[in-house]
């Protein structure tokens, strides 16, 4: 066996939403055996987990050695969305706008919230309508500065939008 198979090294694996964890692993450990160390430090399944190292998704069956990680390296978790304790609860529930999650899940409350994107779009709505003559001018305005956001926004690695996040906790600047 290559020598090289067994040197460990420390892996962090981080949740956008900031949960994160360090796992030692070999580079001839399976993509599936990183999943169970991530899920025994975060207690999320492997089947609902999706790594990302330089925005290439990890296969299960593949082995850590084949995206060349090193000591240090950043890996980004994507938890599937019908795996996130707020979907489980809204798909649960059908009596309120309001659900909640037992104890063993978490105990996560969500509401039903509006899209950012229509809460972006009725606020500039609110404000532009007293710079402008007529409301097909602020739709307009609008229309074309959310499809500038989004277009930034998609162009965005899972890097940036840390970088992005990270200056926004400790200056109050949102820069991207």
Known sequence: MNSILLIGMKINV?????????VDVVAGDSVDRLKELVQTHLN???????LLHRGKTLQDGT??????LKEGDK???VVKKEASPAAVAVSESTKTSTTSTTA???CIETQTEIEP???LEREMTRILKAHY????????VVSAFVKNVEKK??????????????????????QF
């Open 75 to 77: 890996l980004h978790l």
């Open 14 to 22: 981080k949740i956008l939403q900031g949960a994160e964890c360090n």
């Open 133 to 140: 003559s007529s409301d097909s001018e602020v739709r307009k």
């Open 104 to 106: 063993t899940t978490g």
């Open 44 to 50: 999320i399944s492997p089947s609902n987990q999706r």
């Open 117 to 119: 994107k229509v809460l």
């Open 153 to 174: 926004l998609n162009a965005l690695s899972l890097d940036d939008i840390e970088r992005i996040c990270d200056r926004w906790n400790s200056e109050q600047v949102l």
């Open 63 to 68: 082995l850590i050695q084949e995206y060349n």
